[in-house]
């Protein structure tokens, strides 16, 4: 069976700048795959080649075995892109955007207007639905767009930077709908910069910087990584003065102070993390102590990091 | 065929649920025959030198033409709306092509042309008792089409080439002014000085006005007709061409 995706060696330069330069990849039909990267590492630039927006210098790629430069239009019929602006006709009600949407994928009109209910009751915009998207706000807008993408059932599905403006509580739901998606056997592309989001969503995960892979696998692999990095979570009475001064001494990869609790994700060999966090504790009244493996966000930041000290 | 309808489905949702598109695309120019139908045509006397019919005769071709040059302008602008509005790239990768989508966009565009040339001859005749050729309709209507076809795509190519809306809007603006003044539309070439008639004669509209006014109240001369017919299609396969690369180079 054809990968749903299959990227070969793809460059993509504007004038003397490589936004992608050689990146290959595969990715399994059904899976939830997590595109990775800081800014300007190229996810854009590579979700716009995979939906025929842009074209490769050089290299392939392809979407269901239809190559994106060969057969765009084949691509096209099989995927639905929601790209990372806030893409809407202001000027048509919310109703008329979701159906205009499926007419050009050739959804019927009856089972149309029934999924169209179906996603915006989803979407909690039943009470808009005629209401013309101008007039709503811009968190509202991206819900829309991000509706869209329910209304048909093409077998791909592009999603850059998904949750752009919404609610915990909608960005919850929505995650919930993209797992059925992918549970019916929809593959399903996404990009963003909130790795909680990758986290709890994405089975296969590539992260890139500066248009290269930089690392590529599911959730355990890529934290295996960075086995020696550590999350700390210490809440003190009250934050001591010198603690600037002291996390200086640490190798840490972030940290942050907010109300009482510090928060510092930290490289030390196996064995020493005790130390650290003794360090830290003595003499002071510590409240409460979390120590943690590392999170995605510190795979990230150690793997990003270490490609611009490279 | 599916994607293009999808298209024009779209383009006429837009156009007809706004009430500002409606009176733009459909009543403005006729508030040009109205007013110039009572004003000048009334100050000017009849017949209008040179043509041998009153001024809402000779106007009535003008009105069709800037009915044409005026939708093409409006409709074209909705490239900027859908810039603006962020769809235009999520657009590119709906399941239609490139050329879809501009088809969509004009055959919409030439509905729009094709109701108002209606509208404009069915007042022409009842309200101002205009003779018509009715043997040359169809090809009025053929005029209309071509021509409403290559002012969109003039206007595409800098809608397309173009970022900025001020820009663009300038752009139409002085097009709009030098083109339409600079022609046959609002009077006869004959008197005006050499130097203006030059100008003019090389002016597209001047082309397409000289074929409707053929074609509505058969003033003209049929081989210079032709001629300006075969010129105009040609300006307007140009532009086609021209703004289709402009749209396959967005990215």
Same mark, same amino acid.
């Given at each position: ?13 504007? #004038? ?121 706000? #811009? ?25 752009? #403006? ?145 | ?251």
């Amino acid at each position: 069976m054809t990968c749903a995706l299959e990227v070969h060696n793809i460059v993509k330069t504007f #004038g003397p700048v490589r936004a992608v330069d050689g990146l290959s990849f595969a990715v399994a039909r059904g899976t939830i795959f997590g595109l990775l990267g800081p800014n300007g590492a190229g996810k854009s630039t590579t979700l716009k080649i995979l939906t025929t927006l842009s074209r490769p210098t050089s290299g392939t790629a392809s979407v269901l075995g239809f190559d994106v430069v060969k057969r765009p239009l084949d691509v096209r019929q099989r995927i639905v892109s929601i790209i990372q602006e806030t893409a809407v006709d202001l000027l048509l009600s919310v109703r008329d955007n979701l159906l205009t949407f499926a007419r050009f994928h050739q959804v019927d009109t009856r089972t149309a207007q029934r999924r169209a209910a179906q996603v915006m009751e989803c979407f909690r915009f039943t009470a808009e639905a005629e209401r013309k998207v101008q007039d709503l706000s #811009g968190g509202f807008r991206r819900r829309v767009q991000v509706a869209k993408a329910f209304m048909v059932e093409t077998p791909v599905l592009f999603l850059d930077e998904f949750s752009t #403006g919404m609610d915990p509580l909608l960005k919850r739901e929505v995650m919930a709908l993209l797992r059925n998606e992918a549970h019916r056997g929809r593959t399903i592309v996404l990009t963003t910069q909130i790795l909680s989001e990758a986290e709890e969503l994405c089975q296969d995960i590539l992260i890139i910087d500066h248009g290269r892979q930089v690392a590529r696998g599911d959730l355990s692999a890529l934290k295996l990584l960075a086995k020696e990095v550590y999350e700390v979570s210490m809440t003190f009475d009250q934050v001591p003065e010198s603690i600037e001064s002291e996390l200086q001494t640490v190798p840490t990869l972030r940290a942050r102070v907010e109300n009482n609790t510090l928060e510092v994700a930290f490289k030390a060999p196996d064995g020493q993390v005790l130390e650290v966090v003794t360090a830290l504790a003595r003499n002071r009244r510590v409240l409460r102590l979390e120590v943690n493996g590392a999170s995605l966000e510190d795979v990230f930041l150690e793997l990003t990091q270490e490609e611009v000290k490279s | 065929m599916t994607a293009i309808n999808a298209m024009v489905y779209r383009e006429a949702k837009i156009r007809a649920t706004n009430l500002v598109f409606i009176f733009w695309d459909v009543f403005y120019p006729l508030g040009y025959m109205l007013v110039f139908g009572v004003g000048v045509n009334a100050a000017l006397g009849s017949p209008l030198v040179g043509e041998g019919v009153d001024y809402n005769a000779f106007f009535l071709a003008s009105v069709l033409g800037m009915a044409s040059f005026g939708i093409a302008s409006n409709t074209s602008w909705s490239f900027f709306l859908d810039r603006d509005n962020g769809i235009f790239f999520e657009m590119l990768t709906y399941p239609l092509s490139r050329s879809a989508y501009m088809l969509g966009k004009v055959l919409f565009t030439l509905l729009v042309s094709l109701v108002q040339t209606l509208i404009t001859v069915a007042l022409a005749t009842v309200l101002f008792h205009i003779h018509l050729r009715w043997d040359r309709m169809p090809l009025l209507l053929s005029v209309m089409i071509v021509g409403t076809a290559g002012w969109f795509f003039l206007y595409a190519i800098f809608a397309l080439s173009t970022r900025r809306n001020d820009i663009f809007n300038t752009v139409t603006s002085i097009l709009y002014f030098v083109l339409l003044f600079a022609s046959n539309l609002f009077y006869p070439l004959e008197p005006l000085p050499k130097w203006f008639r030059a100008a003019a004669l090389a002016n597209p509209i001047t082309w397409q006005i000289d074929c409707l006014r053929w074609a509505t109240i058969g003033v003209g001369n049929a081989q210079v007709v032709a001629m300006e017919s075969i010129a105009f299609i040609v300006f307007a396969a140009a532009s086609f061409l021209y703004a289709a690369r402009c749209l396959q180079r967005q990215q």
